[in-house]
């Protein structure tokens, strides 16, 4: 099974593969200071403790190690500043990708770049079709990276219980196709 690489480098930043034994206390602080700045869109932060944070970081190394989730920290000078993974979409030919910042790295283009660094990388296992980005259509925040990477609408649906209190409930589904440059790839060249 093809697996993407471990470490991304992103010119003053790189994506970084979680690891449970040596990244708790980073981790731990990372969700923590971010709390309130993640809130009214992530429902899973109020489940936040070190012991969800443990099986967190514990089902970032199960999920990468069986191809569903491949998870990284953001890490701009040695800090981890936000997180991004990419994990299996419902067809098995795509995967789909989600990203957060700690609330003072945002507004730098650092989630931006770290998604196309993680979509370019998606793209190079072989079985990656497509891409997706899902947000409620409130997160406009969510919204700009697909818009400035070139993803392209495809559906608005229902969201997936629960709903984050600032959400509508409707999630929009962005989707970019495997550039041509990543064909070989696809085809094990």
Same mark, same amino acid.
């Given at each position: 099974m093809a697996q993407p690489r471990q470490i991304i480098e992103c010119g003053d930043f790189v994506l970084r593969r979680w690891r449970a034994r040596d990244d708790f206390a980073a981790a731990f602080t990372l969700i923590d200071?971010?709390? @309130?700045?993640?809130?009214?869109?992530?429902?899973?932060?109020? %489940?936040?403790? #070190?012991?969800?944070? +443990?099986? =967190?970081?514990?089902r970032f190394e199960t999920g990468w190690a069986n191809g569903?989730?491949?998870?990284?920290?953001?890490?701009? @000078?040695?800090?981890?500043?936000?997180?991004?993974?990419?994990? %299996?979409?419902? #067809?098995?030919?795509? +995967?789909? =990708?989600?990203?957060?910042?700690?609330?003072?790295?945002?507004?730098?283009?650092?989630a931006t770049r770290a998604t196309a660094a993680l979509v370019e990388e998606t793209f190079r296992l072989p079985e990656s079709e497509y891409v997706e980005i899902t947000h409620d259509v409130a997160n406009t925040a969510s919204e700009a990276i697909p818009r400035r990477l070139g993803f392209t609408e495809i559906r608005r649906e229902p969201g997936t219980p629960p709903v984050a209190p600032s959400g509508t409930g409707i999630d929009v589904v962005w989707r970019l196709d495997r550039p041509g440059e990543f064909a070989e790839d696809a085809v094990g060249g």
């Open positions: 200071e971010s709390v @309130d700045h993640l809130r009214p869109w992530e429902h899973w932060v109020t %489940r936040h403790s #070190e012991e969800y944070t +443990r099986k =967190l970081l514990e569903d989730v491949y998870n990284y920290a953001i890490v701009r @000078d040695g800090t981890p500043v936000g997180m991004c993974q990419t994990y %299996r979409a419902p #067809e098995p030919q795509g +995967r789909r =990708l989600g990203y957060w910042l700690h609330p003072a790295a945002t507004g730098k283009g650092i």
